[in-house]
Structures are given as structure tokens and as C-alpha cells.
């Protein structure tokens, strides 16, 4: 159950949606509390919403529970990093980079760190009374006060940088790159900061004050004296050997390239192969041979290869994103190899893992095609139209029965065995009349015509709902486009009896005023009538009809407008007297 959590937690924090990343692997915390991986990955979650705090929290765990894992402290300096902390970040990532020398990352996360150490004032005071400029209830007045800083809050991120300055005043110095951030401790100072070019007049410089002969030698003696050159190391044999060997690895990879590029892979396979055996400790290698494979149509070849890379790759501490391209280079090949559904399962998983390690967009298009691909062939293997006609066989029983519920049930499972059968869909519309259910049994009758456009009762089911809907003029419309196919259809031809009868109550002003009403405000929802009643050329004409009799009898004699009238009168929005 715990490994369940942590997939959907991974393949959610691959999509960017790390809220729902971060619950996942709290639910696999939850079962499985001493898993140092959970709390790494919920670190990196919260880290991601900017939840610094929570981030720290869970770094920390990762770390007492395996304090031998390099990626542990990684979670932890950045943590300390987005808290503004950088001395506690440098050392974080000097711990890590301890365990693993060559580790990417935490070479990166080591740069940025001391960066932000390097930008921090001595002693740190400076940037916490700067930063307790943004702690008093004013500053969001006067930052929506200003035109020049109004729109910042409409950033998200920004408002989150503000936010995280007044939970932390000694982070500030971490967001003064932001020209955003500058511009407002600005505005909090009180301070107007002059554009500075050429030839525009600045404030005179203090001049120094000329040196007395006593001060120069003094000031002489200060000068820093030039370092010495660094004498060249000495180079072993050994080491002398490992150059050059893996010098004649690059070239070989080179020629590899070339071959690939060319179509002629059996002799880039061999550049590759000669280019492993002269060095193993770039994996590159390995996924440039596994690319080959792919491209042959040897898939497990392929595979091999990817698994060897990746196995290579975490004993070499290799970078995330080499580890993710050998992995999505697997995934692609089990997607070639899947025959069944289930067969698209472990293509899935592998590209998540590859998601977790480094995200990138064609990973994530090759996961959406295979979870795709999946569904499709589910769909395909689910197929069966002689078990479509028992489930059918049993809806009608049901409906027999009048049990509509137990019907709707069968009649839909027999269209999940085939959803190309229009007697389904018809039937399954006639049980969501009964049940009163008129949207869905609608929808059900125009698949059903959809499917087959000869099939009367498609327009018998799809009439009599609109019917009972007291869309009269469309029922209308409906049984006489199913006449068209069937022209002696007895309930077609009484459907559009009905109809007739329904509508010329209305023009003869034989209903109600309740159901007039009604009518009209169910007719005023109609986009059609919306429609007509917006067109200029038929409020001309409904304006003629009440003062310009003459006018209006030419009006009438044009069959489009005749068309639209009737409609309006179906409605019971216009009576002809």
C-alpha cells in the first residue's frame, strides 16, 4: 500500500501537481514511517510550494533516519536555502558532497548557497533590520498606494517572496536580486533611486585627502605582494593512462555519433561498445548504444542496456538527468514491446521514475501516449458483442419488469462490450424516460442515430423525450426526420400528430395562462429563439405583423421567416390570431 502511495505521489510531482504530491507520500508516511525516501520525496513537494518549514522538517527526518544518503542533505540545504538561511545550506550541502564527491546537484545547490552566504552583510544585522521595514501593517497599503509597485500584486510569486520576507526578515537577501523586491524596500525606505548614465550630473565624490609623506610608505606597505605561481602537479602513470584512455572513449563516441547520424548502426554499436570497454565510468555511453537498439527494433537489447546504465549510474553518482534519459529510453521500449494493457503498466512506472528523476517534456508526452495506448487497448480487449447481446437480453427482461435501474445497468455493460450497437443505446434511453432521467436518455437517442441514421425508433425515443420535455417544434422536427427514412412509421406519424396539436393550442390561445408562462420561460432559455428574437430583420417583421398588416403579408410569403414565425408561436411567444 505504502509503494502504491509513493507511485501516484511520484507520478503527481512528474505533472507539477505537487500539492496532491505532497498528500500522496503523507499517506505512504503514514504506513511506512521509517522509509527515509517518503520523507525525502515530500520534502522536495513541499519545497516546490514554497512551504520551506514543512520542507526542513521532513529533510531532517530523511537525514536521521539514513544519514549515509548524499540526496538527504541536498532536501536539507535547499530547505535551508529557501528559508534564507545560506550558512546552514552550505554546510548541508558540504555534508552531502562529503559522502558523494561528484554529485551534481549538490554541487549546484553548494554554488547557490554560497552565493547567498557571500551576498549577506557581516554579522547578518544589516538584512534584519532591513527586512523589519516589511513587518508593520502598512506595507501593503502603500505597496498598492504606489503606481510604480501596485501591479507586484498581482504576481503570486512575488506576494510569496513578501510573505516569506515577514515570516523570516533575515531571508531578505536572498530575494534583493529580484529588481521587484528592491523597488519596494525602496518605497518602504523612503528612498527615490536616480537613473545613473552618462554625461547626467552626480553628486560630487569626495575628494581624498593628500597624503602626508608618512602616510604613503604606510599605505605602500599595505599593497597585497603577488602570489606565487602554483608549481604544476605531478601526474602518475596511472593517472596519465586514465586521460588518455578516456580521451580515445570520446573519440570513439564521436565516431559512434557520426555512424548513428548515417543510419549505420552496427558499426555505431561498435564505436559505443569500444568506447564502454576503454571507460566505465560514463554512462553516456551505454544510452547512446541503448538509443541504437531502440532505432534497430531490438527492444531488449535496449532494455538491458537502459538497466545497465542505470545500475552504472547510481554506483557513479551520476547525474539525475543521464539517469532519467536511460530510463525513458526503457519505458519507449516497453511501450514497443506492450501487446496487452497490462503489458503498459511497467512502461508506465518507468517513466514516472524517470519523471521523478529529471522532468522533461518528452518523457512526459511519451507517458500520456502510453497511459493513452493503455486505455485504448483496454477498451479493445473489453470487446465482445455476443456478451453485449446476453447483457442486453438481460436489460430487457429488467425493463419487462419495469426494474429500470437494474436495466440501465445491464444496458450500459453491454455497451462497454460494444459501444457500436445503436439497439443499446436506444433501449438505455427508453429506461432513462421512465426513470425521468430526459437529459441522459436524450444524449443516449441521438448516439443512437448517430450510429445508424435508419433506425426509426432512435427517432421515436429522441421525439417523445422532447415531447415530454414540451419541446414541441423540436419533437416535431424529430419525427418528421425520422419520416424521411421510414415514411409509414405509425408512432412517427403519431408523434408529429401530437405535436401539430400541441403547437396549434398554443396559436389558437387555447392554454392556460399558467402553462402560456411556462412555456414561454422555457423557450426564452432556447439559443434559437435567443436568436431570432435578436435579429434585427425578425424584430422588423414581428413589428409589422402587429402595425403593418400589408408589410407583413410579404414577410410571410418568404418560407425562411414563415419558419422562424412558427417556431416563436410553438413557443407561445407569438399568437396568430
Not at 558523494?100 to 534584519?128: C, I, M, V, W
Not at 536616480?194 to 602616510?215: D, E, F, I, M
Request: glycine residues 6%.
Amino acid at each position: 500500500m505504502a509503494d502504491e502511495a509513493k507511485a501516484k505521489g511520484n507520478a503527481a510531482f512528474a505533472a507539477g501537481r505537487f500539492e496532491e504530491a505532497a498528500r500522496h507520500f503523507g499517506d505512504a508516511i503514514a504506513l511506512a514511517p521509517d522509509n527515509h525516501v517518503l520523507y525525502s520525496n515530500r520534502s522536495a513537494a513541499y519545497a516546490s510550494l514554497g512551504r520551506y518549514s514543512e520542507a526542513l522538517a521532513d529533510a531532517e527526518r530523511t537525514v536521521a533516519l539514513r544519514p549515509d544518503w548524499a540526496k538527504g542533505y541536498s532536501r536539507l540545504g535547499a530547505a535551508h536555502l529557501g528559508l534564507g538561511d545560506a550558512p546552514r545550506a552550505v554546510e548541508s550541502y558540504d555534508r552531502g558532497l562529503a559522502l558523494e564527491p561528484s554529485n551534481e546537484a549538490l554541487k549546484s545547490g553548494l554554488a547557490q548557497a554560497r552565493h547567498a552566504a557571500e551576498t549577506r552583510r557581516p554579522g547578518g544585522s544589516g538584512a534584519d533590520a532591513f527586512g523589519k521595514v516589511f513587518q508593520g501593517p502598512e506595507l501593503w497599503t502603500k505597496i498598492a498606494a504606489d503606481p510604480t509597485t501596485r501591479a507586484y500584486l498581482d504576481q503570486p510569486d512575488f506576494v510569496q517572496m513578501l510573505r516569506e520576507v515577514q515570516r523570516n526578515p533575515g531571508s531578505l537577501n536572498t530575494y534583493l536580486s529580484d529588481p521587484r523586491m528592491v523597488q519596494v524596500l525602496t518605497l518602504m525606505l523612503n528612498i527615490k533611486l536616480q537613473p545613473q548614465s552618462n554625461g547626467a550630473s552626480q553628486p560630487a565624490a569626495a575628494q581624498p585627502a593628500p597624503q602626508t609623506p608618512k602616510q604613503q610608505p604606510e599605505a605602500k606597505a599595505r599593497e597585497p605582494e603577488p602570489e606565487p605561481e602554483p608549481e604544476p602537479m605531478e601526474v602518475t602513470e596511472e593517472e596519465k593512462e586514465r586521460k588518455e584512455r578516456k580521451a580515445a572513449a570520446q573519440k570513439e563516441k564521436e565516431a559512434g555519433n557520426a555512424a548513428y547520424k548515417k543510419k549505420d548502426f552496427d558499426t555505431a554499436i561498435q564505436h559505443y561498445t569500444k568506447a564502454m570497454e576503454l571507460d566505465d565510468e560514463d554512462i553516456s555511453y551505454i544510452t547512446n548504444r541503448a538509443a541504437v537498439y531502440l532505432e534497430m527494433g531490438k527492444y531488449d537489447e535496449c532494455i538491458k542496456d537502459c538497466d545497465k546504465a542505470v545500475e552504472r549510474g547510481r554506483e557513479l553518482h551520476a547525474d539525475f538527468k543521464m539517469i532519467s534519459r536511460a530510463l525513458t529510453r526503457k519505458g519507449t521500449a516497453l511501450a514497443k514491446l506492450a501487446k496487452t494493457s497490462k503489458d503498459y503498466d511497467v512502461a508506465i512506472e518507468t517513466f514516472q521514475k524517470a519523471l521523478t528523476e529529471h522532468r522533461n517534456p518528452d518523457t512526459l508526452k511519451k507517458l500520456n501516449d502510453a497511459e493513452r495506448a493503455k486505455k485504448e487497448l483496454e477498451q479493445q480487449e473489453y470487446y465482445d458483442p455476443k456478451i453485449s447481446d446476453e447483457e442486453r437480453e438481460k436489460g430487457n427482461e429488467f425493463f419487462k419488469q419495469q426494474k429500470y435501474p437494474e436495466a440501465v445497468k445491464h444496458y450500459t455493460e453491454a455497451l462497454r462490450r460494444n459501444p457500436k450497437d445503436p439497439k443499446v443505446y436506444s433501449n438505455r434511453a427508453a429506461c432513462y424516460t421512465k426513470l425521468g432521467a430526459l437529459p441522459e436518455g436524450l444524449k443516449d437517442a441521438e448516439k443512437c442515430i448517430e450510429l445508424d441514421p435508419t433506425f426509426s425508433k432512435g427517432y421515436t425515443r429522441k421525439g417523445a423525450i422532447q415531447f415530454f420535455m414540451k419541446e414541441y417544434d423540436k419533437a416535431l422536427e424529430t419525427y418528421q426526420a425520422g419520416l424521411k427514412h421510414d415514411p409509414k412509421n405509425q408512432e412517427l406519424l403519431d408523434g408529429v400528430r401530437r405535436c401539430v396539436e400541441q403547437i396549434n393550442k398554443a396559436s389558437r390561445g387555447e392554454l392556460s395562462e399558467e402553462e402560456m408562462k411556462e412555456r414561454q420561460n422555457k423557450a426564452m432559455q432556447d439559443p434559437e429563439i435567443q436568436n431570432i428574437l435578436t435579429d434585427p430583420i425578425m424584430r422588423q417583421v414581428l413589428a409589422d405583423l402587429q402595425e403593418n398588416p400589408q408589410a407583413a403579408q410579404a414577410h410571410l410569403k418568404n418560407p425562411g421567416v414563415m419558419q422562424k414565425i412558427q417556431k416563436l408561436v410553438s413557443a407561445g411567444i407569438v399568437q396568430m390570431k
